[in-house]
């Protein structure tokens, strides 16, 4: 029997080419009995190059798929900043991505929806807003019973969970609206969330651009709340090793926390940094590995 591929936090992973996988700002879904990765391709620095789509059996071999989306008018010109490719199946089986749209001073600040038929896409731009109004920076998204979520930071009202419409190409309400206790006036970006023993967890990082900071999770009974107050995911001032979360992804038994080492003169080599994550007795467990699979998680 092979040995379990291993994943080694702290480097790049490799794709089936001999490249730079380019799974920055990651969005993840299990299809089968493969894992479908969506990354923002930086090989051309901040702007939009490409939204990469990889397939792994083990989140440590990772085959490119093809472009999901690339670059074409308005929204996703190639002077535009597009990144956070996360993506659900609606109940019809169709494909939709969401993604942060923004310019190069980030004043744009709306999310972006596209289309298609099978998780690798192609892809097809439909649309871009202000949820309700709101700005949306950093975004993640949520499915519970059938029901699509955009979770989505305004920098002006906090971090917002967003019920989406029914087709997932738009939003509809919200359901809760999350701060900092330490600092009320702002929430946390870079938001995902995850299901476990009838709580719901929500991740979230400080707002600190390119630098790392200590990432922060909450956990609540329900998706409007009430929510508890937010304690760091790692070992305090760890700046949560020196990394940023993308995405918590349900795995075996357990969990994987996926987080980027961003590299501001070198964003397509940004390192990964991807650990099991615990959650146990009400709280949520990160701890460093050199080097581990998925089958310690069952999978």
Same mark, same amino acid.
Request: aromatic share 10%; net charge negative.
């Given at each position: 029997m092979a040995e379990p591929a291993e994943i080694r936090p702290g480097r790049t992973f490799t794709d089936d080419?001999?490249?730079?996988?380019q799974l920055h700002g990651i969005g993840l879904h299990r299809v089968g009995d493969r894992w479908y990765a969506w990354g923002e391709d930086k090989t051309a620095g901040d702007r939009f190059t490409a939204v990469a789509c990889y397939s792994s059996p083990d989140l440590a071999t990772w085959r490119f798929e093809g472009d999901a989306l690339t &670059? /074409?008018?308005?929204? $996703?010109?190639a002077d535009r900043i597009v990144e956070r490719p996360k993506v659900l199946q609606r109940p019809d089986g169709r494909w939709v991505m969401l993604l942060h749209i923004d310019t190069d001073d980030y004043a744009y600040a709306r999310v972006g929806y596209a289309i298609a038929d099978r998780p690798e896409g192609p892809y097809e731009y439909v649309? !871009?807003?202000? &949820? @309700?109004?709101? @700005? !949306?920076? #950093? $975004?993640? %998204?949520?499915? #519970?019973? /059938? %029901?699509?979520? =955009? @979770? !989505?930071?305004d920098r002006d009202h906090g971090l917002h969970i967003y019920r989406l419409r029914d087709d997932h190409l738009g939003v509809d309400s919200i359901v809760a609206t =999350?701060?900092?206790q330490a600092n009320p006036a702002i929430g946390y970006e870079s938001p995902t969330l995850v299901h476990r023993d009838g709580r719901y967890w929500l991740f979230g990082s400080d707002l600190t651009g390119w630098s790392m900071n200590d990432n922060m999770y909450t956990s609540a009974a329900s998706l409007s709340g009430p929510w508890e107050d937010w304690r760091p995911i790692a070992p305090h001032a760890t700046n949560t090793f020196e990394s940023q979360v993308s995405v918590v992804a349900s795995v075996g038994d357990g969990f994987v926390y996926i987080g980027d080492r961003w590299t501001p003169d070198d964003l397509a080599e940004s390192a990964a940094v991807w650990l099991p994550l615990r959650i146990d007795d009400g709280q949520v467990r990160l701890e460093w590995r050199d080097a581990w699979s998925i089958e310690e998680l069952g999978a």
């Amino acid at each position: 029997m092979a040995e379990p591929a291993e994943i080694r936090p702290g480097r790049t992973f490799t794709d089936d080419r001999g490249r730079t996988a380019q799974l920055h700002g990651i969005g993840l879904h299990r299809v089968g009995d493969r894992w479908y990765a969506w990354g923002e391709d930086k090989t051309a620095g901040d702007r939009f190059t490409a939204v990469a789509c990889y397939s792994s059996p083990d989140l440590a071999t990772w085959r490119f798929e093809g472009d999901a989306l690339t &670059p /074409g008018d308005g929204d $996703i010109g190639a002077d535009r900043i597009v990144e956070r490719p996360k993506v659900l199946q609606r109940p019809d089986g169709r494909w939709v991505m969401l993604l942060h749209i923004d310019t190069d001073d980030y004043a744009y600040a709306r999310v972006g929806y596209a289309i298609a038929d099978r998780p690798e896409g192609p892809y097809e731009y439909v649309r !871009s807003e202000r &949820p @309700l109004g709101n @700005l !949306s920076r #950093d $975004i993640g %998204v949520f499915h #519970d019973d /059938g %029901v699509g979520y =955009l @979770l !989505s930071e305004d920098r002006d009202h906090g971090l917002h969970i967003y019920r989406l419409r029914d087709d997932h190409l738009g939003v509809d309400s919200i359901v809760a609206t =999350l701060r900092q206790q330490a600092n009320p006036a702002i929430g946390y970006e870079s938001p995902t969330l995850v299901h476990r023993d009838g709580r719901y967890w929500l991740f979230g990082s400080d707002l600190t651009g390119w630098s790392m900071n200590d990432n922060m999770y909450t956990s609540a009974a329900s998706l409007s709340g009430p929510w508890e107050d937010w304690r760091p995911i790692a070992p305090h001032a760890t700046n949560t090793f020196e990394s940023q979360v993308s995405v918590v992804a349900s795995v075996g038994d357990g969990f994987v926390y996926i987080g980027d080492r961003w590299t501001p003169d070198d964003l397509a080599e940004s390192a990964a940094v991807w650990l099991p994550l615990r959650i146990d007795d009400g709280q949520v467990r990160l701890e460093w590995r050199d080097a581990w699979s998925i089958e310690e998680l069952g999978a």
